[in-house]
């Protein structure tokens, strides 16, 4: 199984690159983000109660989302591999994932962690602002947020990979096609 945990701050093209990647390599896609917003969407309990922490750029707290983790991955044991977006995001989110994939022989086999400067970032996250909607990507302020509590909470699960020997870091600026090519090449090589 090819097993791939797709990192990186707010804005770094997770989603993007994860749609891409998905595609080549026939994994499934658990995007933490896209789960929590289809329960929004829903209005199920859940989803009401995520969009508090969301809409201020903040974590979502760690139970509600290994469970959700937990059981998509129950329901997807004959796939090809999983890719994780915007998961883990905590250090106590990525032991939960060790002990769940632990569990089941299957091993994380590569983090990719896209490199992206602040700026390029907040101007990223504007434009989807504009194009979508998204709440939580409208106001400088909560994007702000968002990567503050990225670089205190988020960053330091690079080390909990690193200490695997699994961390691999992909220059993140460039057009989306120049970053699925080198995140393609990293891949091959895991
Ligand atoms: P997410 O949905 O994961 O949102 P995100 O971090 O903003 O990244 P996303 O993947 O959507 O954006 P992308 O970089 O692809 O999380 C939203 C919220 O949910 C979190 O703030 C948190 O509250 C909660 N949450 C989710 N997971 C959680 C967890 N595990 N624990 C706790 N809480 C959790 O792209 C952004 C934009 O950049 C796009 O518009 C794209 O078109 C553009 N772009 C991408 N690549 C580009 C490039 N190369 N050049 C120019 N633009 C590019």
Request: aromatic fraction near 6%.
């Given at each position: 199984?090819?097993?791939?945990?797709?990192?990186?701050?707010?804005?770094?093209?997770?989603?993007?690159?994860?749609?891409?990647?998905?595609?080549?390599?026939?994994?499934?896609h658990l995007s933490?983000?896209?789960?929590?917003?289809?329960?929004?969407?829903?209005?199920?309990?859940?989803?009401?109660?995520?969009?508090?922490?969301?809409?201020?750029?903040?974590?979502?707290?760690?139970?509600?989302?290994?469970?959700?983790i937990?059981?998509k991955?129950?329901?997807?044991?004959?796939?090809?591999?999983f890719?994780f977006?915007?998961?883990?995001?905590?250090?106590?989110?990525?032991?939960?994932?060790?002990?769940?994939?632990?569990?089941?022989?299957?091993?994380?086999?590569?983090?990719?962690?896209?490199?992206?400067?602040?700026?390029?970032?907040?101007?990223?996250?504007?434009?989807?602002?504009?194009?979508?909607?998204?709440?939580?990507?409208?106001?400088?302020?909560?994007?702000?947020?968002?990567?503050?509590?990225?670089?205190?909470?988020?960053?330091?699960?690079?080390?909990?990979?690193?200490?695997?020997?699994?961390?691999?870091?992909?220059?993140?600026?460039?057009?989306?096609?120049?970053?699925?090519?080198?995140?393609?090449?990293?891949?091959?090589?895991?």
């Amino acid at each position: 199984m090819l097993n791939i945990v797709l990192f990186g701050p707010p804005g770094a093209g997770k989603g993007t690159q994860a749609a891409k990647i998905i595609e080549k390599y026939q994994l499934v896609h658990l995007s933490t983000g896209d789960i929590l917003r289809g329960e929004l969407a829903a209005k199920t309990t859940l989803g009401v109660e995520a969009k508090k922490y969301m809409d201020k750029g903040e974590l979502v707290p760690d139970e509600v989302v290994i469970g959700m983790i937990e059981s998509k991955i129950g329901q997807n044991t004959g796939s090809k591999g999983f890719i994780f977006d915007g998961f883990p995001r905590t250090t106590a989110q990525a032991e939960a994932l060790d002990k769940m994939l632990n569990k089941r022989n299957i091993p994380i086999t590569v983090m990719l962690s896209l490199e992206v400067e602040k700026d390029e970032l907040v101007k990223r996250l504007l434009g989807r602002g504009q194009d979508s909607g998204r709440s939580d990507d409208q106001d400088v302020s909560i994007i702000e947020n968002r990567i503050k509590v990225y670089n205190s909470e988020t960053a330091p699960v690079k080390g909990f990979y690193e200490k695997q020997g699994k961390l691999k870091s992909i220059a993140g600026m460039g057009s989306i096609d120049e970053i699925f090519n080198r995140l393609c090449e990293a891949i091959d090589k895991a």
